[in-house]
């Protein structure tokens, strides 16, 4: 088969969805919501149009918090707080606008969409998250109260707690049991709140360092009750959530968590517990997809510079900076297992995407950065009439400026400046622009919303 047939065969998820080819837009938080946390809107909509034109198979939002006291950045897409009927009935109206849209219809089109599983549209899928320990000083709340984690253990991101973790983040406080089954519930709530505005499915972020990915952390998890201790009471809080989004979404509902392979820190989750992991996971019946990705604030793996196209090819270096533990997947399922395994980071050639699928059974192919680049970008990589070492068939070659010297030399800053030139690249596209190399942070600036959704 040719590369071009690989990515573009149909996969269906263990729910009945079908992607109708192996691309998926990986989640990228947008930092389009209102300050202090939003509903979706005009911008987020004309975004997520101009990826539901290009084929995708599968569109991932980034990141909807379930408790706007946590979240990442200040303008980050929330779900309605509980009990709060005006906003409860707002927040549903932009949500079903926004699945709509996702799915390739217009935002008032009220017709029926094509169904999941005809794989003649992209899947929607909602990434949703609680930032624990990474919800930065006052992103939410005021800045003197602390985020919250398994643990009352602070961020390190030099392998010690740095001046700038203290600004930035503080040292969490740790939940009590009850706060965790409230954490629970706002999930739950969250993903049955997807599923009735239209959706086909949710992502829990379990991933990059995030509440859920510290759970599962030997170093950030230290809890004495049933959420912490064993590996297995780690991935507790995960598996409720799976099984009580289970009993209350259809069974035509997708679930997928996206998971670290590894923290790449020390005394963080390693191969062997990301593996235990899967595997509990697939075991439980429960789950269509896993989407592997890798690292934390503290050691950013999922930021890592990609080679370029050209240059991958010359090297011949695999593609996919979490490829082989992909692989390794494969040999823990248990048979018969159709619980479909997304990898992301790092994929820039359609050769390289289609080896990955072809050499290490990856199901789906992530793309985030080039996504953002080019929100179009199936349309070149499912064209056959391109061949694969044209340019067009590969994500394109940019490379992100160095930080305004302003910035201090840190590792994560370093990293959180690459996500920024990216979060730029999407505000052109949901404003109506054609994306550019050569933005600067003023660009991203422009593009926040302080007042209005
Ligand atoms: C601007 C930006 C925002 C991101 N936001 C999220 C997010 O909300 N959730 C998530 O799981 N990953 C997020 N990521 C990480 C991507 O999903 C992906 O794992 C990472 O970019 C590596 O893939 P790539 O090499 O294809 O870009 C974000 C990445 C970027 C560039």
């Given amino acids: 088969m040719t590369s071009v047939q690989v990515l573009s065969e149909p996969l269906e998820l263990p729910c009945g969805a079908v992607m109708p080819n192996r691309l998926v837009k990986a989640p990228m938080e947008q930092v389009l919501g209102k300050f202090l946390g939003?509903?979706?809107?005009?911008?987020?909509?004309?975004?997520?149009?101009?990826?539901?034109?290009?084929?995708?198979?599968?569109?991932?939002?980034?990141?909807?918090?379930?408790?706007?006291?946590?979240?990442?950045?200040?303008?980050?897409?929330?779900?309605?707080?509980?009990?709060?009927a005006a906003q409860q009935a707002a927040y549903r109206e932009a949500f079903v606008r926004w699945a709509r849209v996702c799915k390739g219809q217009?935002?008032?089109?009220?017709?029926?969409?094509?169904?999941?599983?005809?794989?003649?549209r992209p899947l929607a899928i909602v990434q949703i998250v609680h930032c624990g320990r990474q919800s930065t000083r006052g992103a939410g709340r005021p800045?003197?109260?602390?985020?919250?984690?398994?643990?009352?253990?602070?961020?390190?991101?030099?392998?010690?707690?740095?001046?700038?973790?203290?600004?930035?983040?503080?040292?969490?406080?740790?939940?009590?049991?009850d706060e965790v089954?409230?954490?629970?519930?706002?999930f739950v709530r969250g993903a049955v709140?997807?599923?009735?505005?239209?959706?086909?499915?949710?992502?829990?972020?379990?991933?990059h360092g995030y509440l859920l990915s510290s759970f599962l952390s030997p170093l950030t998890n230290q809890r004495t009750d049933?959420?912490?201790?064993?590996?297995?009471?780690?991935?507790?809080?995960?598996?409720?959530?799976?099984e009580q989004t289970r009993e209350r979404v259809p069974k035509s509902f997708a679930i997928g968590v996206k998971l670290n392979s590894s923290d790449y820190v020390q005394g963080g989750l390693t191969e062997e517990d990301a593996l235990q992991n899967v595997r509990w996971l697939a075991e439980s019946g429960q789950v269509d997809f896993v989407e592997v990705s890798g690292g934390t604030y503290e050691k950013p793996a999922m930021f890592a510079e990609a080679d370029a196209p050209k240059q991958s090819a010359r090297s011949h270096r695999r593609e996919g900076?979490?490829?082989?533990?992909?692989?390794?997947?494969?040999?823990?399922?248990?048979?018969?297992?159709?619980?479909?395994?997304?990898?992301?980071?790092?994929?820039?050639?359609?050769?390289?995407?289609?080896?990955?699928?072809?050499?290490?059974?990856?199901?789906?192919?992530?793309?985030?950065?080039?996504?953002?680049?080019?929100?179009?970008?199936?349309?070149?990589?499912?064209?056959?009439?391109?061949?694969?070492?044209?340019?067009?068939?590969?994500?394109?070659?940019?490379?992100v400026p160095p930080p305004p010297a302003c910035m201090p030399k840190i590792p994560l800053v370093g990293a959180g400046w690459g996500s920024l030139w990216h979060s730029a690249q999407l505000h052109r596209t949901a404003y109506g622009e054609r994306t550019a190399p050569d933005i600067s942070l003023l660009h991203f600036l422009r593009g926040l919303k302080v007042f209005r959704d």
């Avoid at 049933?226 to 799976?242: D, K, Q, T």
């Avoid at 950065?369 to 061949?387: E, G, H, K, S, T």
């Fill in 321 to 399: 900076f979490f490829a082989s533990f992909a692989k390794r997947v494969h040999q823990v399922l248990p048979a018969g297992s159709k619980m479909r395994i997304i990898v992301t980071g790092g994929f820039r050639s359609r050769a390289g995407m289609a080896q990955a699928v072809r050499d290490d059974a990856i199901d789906g192919i992530g793309l985030g950065r080039p996504a953002a680049l080019n929100p179009a970008l199936p349309v070149q990589v499912l064209d056959a009439q391109i061949p694969d070492e044209d340019e067009r068939a590969s994500a394109p070659d940019w490379k």
């Fill in 226 to 242: 049933a959420y912490g201790g064993s590996a297995e009471n780690r991935f507790r809080i995960v598996r409720e959530i799976v």
């Fill in 181 to 186: 089954h409230d954490v629970i519930a706002r």
């Fill in 106 to 120: 217009a935002a008032d089109d009220a017709t029926e969409a094509v169904p999941a599983s005809a794989g003649t």
């Fill in 38 to 84: 939003g509903k979706p809107n005009a911008e987020l909509l004309r975004l997520y149009a101009a990826w539901a034109a290009a084929r995708w198979g599968m569109i991932i939002t980034g990141n909807v918090g379930v408790d706007r006291r946590y979240i990442g950045l200040m303008f980050d897409i929330v779900f309605p707080d509980p009990g709060k």
């Fill in 193 to 207: 709140f997807c599923a009735e505005t239209g959706f086909d499915g949710i992502e829990l972020h379990a991933a």
């Fill in 143 to 177: 800045p003197w109260v602390p985020a919250v984690a398994p643990s009352a253990v602070p961020m390190r991101t030099d392998g010690k707690q740095t001046l700038s973790d203290k600004l930035l983040f503080g040292t969490p406080k740790a939940l009590t049991t």
